[in-house]
Structure formats: structure tokens, C-alpha cells
């Protein structure tokens, strides 16, 4: 598997959900509680609050984002081209993460920041993204986050996947 993930058994996953539609999201779910999402189904650029149900336990929701075949996060200044952008991507899910590796590309920063409420933020790193899209590892440390929050810094960040261990 080229991201370095192992996977033994796959199971296509994960219906999304964006105003009422159905949007088919893949999932991949490995036997030992690790699941990677990539090739994502494509829903409105620049939408707030727009939800995918990932599968049974991880929901993203995405605003000033463009989810497709990787999430694209827009953050700028307001412009001769349109508004100001925040771009944001926020995973729920039901037990705490615990490991996390992040697929980004495009050469842009990414923030990621933890939560144990979905409300209350703190900051876990910030990935200086390679144009060439790589795997980031990212150290969680003891606190049980159950809501991980990937946040555009400058420009276009790119996620193309998100693999995370749920305890």
C-alpha cells in the first residue's frame, strides 16, 4: 500500500451525507482499528459547514473547503477575486485518536489542532507541506483528542488522505 499503511483486510466504506444527499465517501477499514480516507467524493467549493459521514465512527465537516479527490483548504485575505477565506476540516469521532498521519501536498502550510469537546482547541503541530504530497506523522501526546481540526494557514492547502487509529 503506498502510503505505507498496512492493509489486510479493506472494506469500502462510508456514506456522506451533505443537505439530505447521500455523497458516497471511500473509507478504507483495517482490521486493527486504522482507518485511511482518500478519493473523496466531490461536494461544494467553498461550502460552510458541510458534513461527510466517513463511516460509523468519523465524520468530516469542511468550510471554506473544496472536498474531492483530496480536501482543499483556502485560506487568503479578501482579494480582487472574491472574499476572504478560512479554510477548515474538522473530524469527529467516536473514541480518542490514537495515531494520526496526514497525506498533504501543494507546497502550503496545514495547522492541526486537537479537541476533547469539539469547542476548545489546542494547537499539536504545524506542517510546513512539500509541493510533492508525503506522509506527516503527527505526535498526539497523552491527551485523548477526539476531534482533530485541519486549518489552511496561507494559501491552498491539500490534504489527499488522513490515516487515524481510534483507541
Sequence with gaps: HGDGVQVNDTVEAAVGVR???EILDSAEVVTDGKYTFANYTAGEQYAA???HKLSDTVTVTTTDAHFREEIRLYQSAANGYGPARNGIAVFAMTSAVKSLSINAGNGK?????GSTDGENWTLITNIEATAEYT???VELGETAYTFIKLAATDGQARVKSITVELA
Excluded: R, S, T
Design 19 to 21: 443537505e439530505g444527499l
Design 49 to 51: 459547514n458541510e458534513a
Design 109 to 113: 502550510p496545514l495547522a492541526v489542532y
Design 135 to 137: 506522509d506527516y506523522p
